[in-house]
């Protein structure tokens, strides 16, 4: 499989969660339903992003940072998982995503 197939494949995939997802402005019990939901398509997802990582070509002068996006992608599903485990009551500071998964070979 080409490369930019595997990066257009994990966007697809990433975006069609992002998107696609019911509303989660419905009822507690249906809103973490729909978000226990989300963080198994993540979790998918991940194991996904694993196999790509493996069978990437590492021969390149640019790379895809799967490590960016793995941890990214974990972020999200913390967030989902304490956001269902918990009462909402406090605000939290949430920190920012990566959005950079380009890196070149050899370093950064």
């Known amino acids: 499989m080409v490369p930019v197939m595997k990066c257009t494949k994990i966007s697809l995939l990433f975006s069609a969660i992002v998107f696609c997802v019911s509303p989660v402005w419905a009822d507690s019990d249906s ?16 194991n996904t992003l694993t196999i790509y990582q ?14 960016a996006l793995s941890q990214d992608l974990q972020a999200m599903r913390s967030g ?5 485990n918990k009462d909402l009551s406090m605000a939290r500071e949430i920190p920012p995503l990566s959005g950079q998964y380009t890196k070149q070979r050899g370093g950064e």
């Not at 339903?33 to 991940?46: H, K, R």
Request: proline residues 0%; negative net charge; charged residues 30%.
């Open 54 to 67: 493996i069978n990437s070509l590492q021969d390149r002068r640019y790379l895809f940072d799967y490590d």
């Open 31 to 46: 809103e973490r339903a729909n978000l226990a939901n989300l963080v198994a398509e993540l979790d998918s997802l991940s």
């Open 80 to 84: 989902i998982v304490e956001y269902i």
